[in-house]
């Protein structure tokens, strides 16, 4: 079972280019449900005694403990996904999980900042101004809401990633696929700022072409990043706690509040489904509004 798993992981990685974290999710719930087996003889045991019995059992004993609605669907979606593998790779006879329900998920609106809280969150700490660290948070803030880009696509930016003149950066974004985004004139000057001031100063031999580096110089992890985040958003009164993905939803929400097409908003975003954008439609209710009133004859 565990050659079997290290060929699916192969699998998941290079041929369906899946992110690391969804390997390891997936992974994961694998592991923990089958365990440990020699061979692919004893892997084809192994799966050929699985029953959709035994996978519905495996969901409602979660439930049991409380496991949430967004991870059942995971695992379903996880084990119907092996199984679909295993099948064609020939290290299962039959799938079980054909019948298998994968439990619906209730969309949640996501929570997002006003125009005047983002305008708020987003003011320079005059306190050690010229400090790196300081230089180097400010952008962070700026380019996640100035682009609406995830948090692991900004610490995955290379200075060639970032065009100053045009204020355009280049992101990978989910599944390898590149796309260009704009930022403001605020990201640029925070930009020119970090760059001038804030990165020489942290800059060493594991810098690399990292644009945004941590205390030791290395790449910026994505927690630093959320830490950085969730600090600046809790210094200001009134404000919803908030990460980096709040920020992103703000950015998507003030964008179409602003007027922008939604398959503008889908390419910035990096949404492979214009359905995923549309959930921000729900939160920009005064804009449709404000539309109604100007063309309809009895706005």
Known sequence: MAEALAQYERHLRFERNRSPNTVRAYLGDLRAYFGPASDNAAARAVLGSVT????????????????????????????KTFFD????????????TVRLATPKLRKALPHVLRQDQAEQALVPVTEHPDRPAQLRDQLVLELLYGTGMRVGELCGLDIDDVDQARRLATVLGKGDKQRVVPFGAKAAEALSAWLQGGRPALAGPRSGAALLLGARGGRLDQRTARRVVHARVAKEPDLPDLGPHGLRHSAATHLLEGGADLRVVQEILGHSSLATTQIYTHVSVERIRKVHEQAHPRG
């Open 85 to 96: 593998w295993a099948l064609r790779g020939g290290l299962a006879e039959h799938d079980p």
């Open 52 to 79: 959709i019995a035994d996978l519905r059992g495996w969901l409602s004993e979660m439930t049991s403990e409380g496991a949430s609605r967004a991870t059942l669907a995971r695992r379903a979606s996880g084990m």
